[in-house]
């Protein structure tokens, strides 16, 4: 296989905590239906007597519906439900990236551009005609996670233009073409492992909810010049090697750095009991941030290429070089216009 199953020991980290909402959740209907006949029964007595000047009862609040993980097998109208029960922050976590691809593509209920804006926390909002209800949530936390197949990915991301590819990061995995071994037992560690790294994620989580005040995160100087200028080389290399579409990706990369160097900041705080109102970002937390969007570049790259259809694309350049076209010319008849004569040369002057 091709390791989509480890997905599952990432799941774990944040299994305590999602556990933790849904007995909270739990809880608080039990309530509420304890609630709700009482009410009953003092609106039975309030219309049987109906005295003058006499208050009728007040109906019981339903409970939020208190969860970390959103399904993403949901419509646009339940996720924003949800996300507004759970004060604007979800976490969708798939094993089969063609549940939140079938998701997305529903008619009426598709939400991409949720997950579009929810990457930069801007405000989404929807309007419920039946009920006559405005549902806004400003500044929504929202994270996706999913395994897919590249078929399954082109069935979610279908292509380089839909505004999700650059807000996505990517991870190939590579075939592992030998028989699993089934009996090993170094998988009952792994999970020992995780639930326990959950424990600590749960008591980090804990404590993050109750600061009153947001948590000030910065960078020194020395390190916003050396953040700036890397990110402006990546962006036209990208530009340069690929495709004027991959200055979203450039940009986003950079954005996605930045909240990495913030998680790696915040946990060695906490684990070295400094966790307070304003936090540094050390050398080796950005430098460690850099190292992993350094990998996760490549492969954004190999996505792109299996996107676009890179190599039917070169291909027909090819041939239609050896007819006498000219890049512009080239240009126009693969992407229907002639703002791509740099990437054609590039792609049949390549050695």
Request: hydrophobic share 35%.
């Amino acid at each position: 296989g091709g390791g989509k199953g480890s997905l599952d020991y990432a799941r774990a980290l944040g299994k305590q905590i999602h556990k933790a909402m849904r007995d909270d959740a739990n809880k608080q209907m039990l309530e509420y239906l304890k609630d709700i006949e009482t009410y009953k029964k003092l609106l039975k007595e309030f219309n049987k007597t109906k005295e003058p000047g006499a208050e009728p009862p007040t109906k019981p609040t339903k409970p939020p519906t208190l969860m970390l993980f959103i399904p993403a097998n949901n419509s646009k109208s339940g996720v924003y439900q949800l996300l507004e029960e759970n004060n604007g922050r979800g976490i969708m976590f798939e094993s089969e990236g063609d549940t939140l691809a079938d998701a997305l593509k529903q008619d009426y209920g598709g939400f991409s551009d949720t997950l579009r804006q929810g990457f930069h926390h801007e405000t989404i909002s929807l309007f419920r005609r039946m009920n006559n209800e405005l549902i806004e949530i400003n500044n929504p936390e929202i994270s996706v996670v999913l395994s897919s197949t590249f078929n399954q990915l082109k069935a979610l991301i279908p292509s380089i233009e839909n505004g999700l590819f650059s807000r996505f990061l990517f991870y190939e995995l590579k075939q592992n073409n030998k028989f699993i071994n089934v009996f090993d037992n170094r998988k009952k560690e792994y999970q020992q492992y995780f639930d326990e790294a959950g424990t600590v994620f749960k008591d980090l989580f804990d404590e993050l909810n109750q600061l009153q005040t947001p948590i000030w995160f910065w960078l020194t100087e020395e390190q916003q010049q050396k953040f700036v200028e890397l990110f402006d080389k990546k962006k036209s290399k990208l530009i340069d090697e690929i495709d004027i579409t991959m200055s979203g990706t450039a940009n986003r990369l950079g954005i996605i750095a930045f909240r990495v160097m913030m998680i790696f900041t915040v946990l060695r705080a906490y684990e070295a009991g400094t966790l307070n109102n304003s936090i540094r970002c050390s050398d080796a937390d950005f430098n460690n941030a850099l190292a992993i969007i350094d990998r996760l570049e490549k492969h954004a790259k190999t996505v792109y290429d299996y996107l676009d259809g890179q190599p039917e694309k070169k291909k027909l350049a090819g041939m239609l070089f050896k007819e006498g076209k000219s890049y512009g010319e080239i240009s126009n008849i693969i992407y229907e216009d002639g703002n791509h004569k740099g990437t054609i040369h590039k792609w049949l002057n390549k050695k």
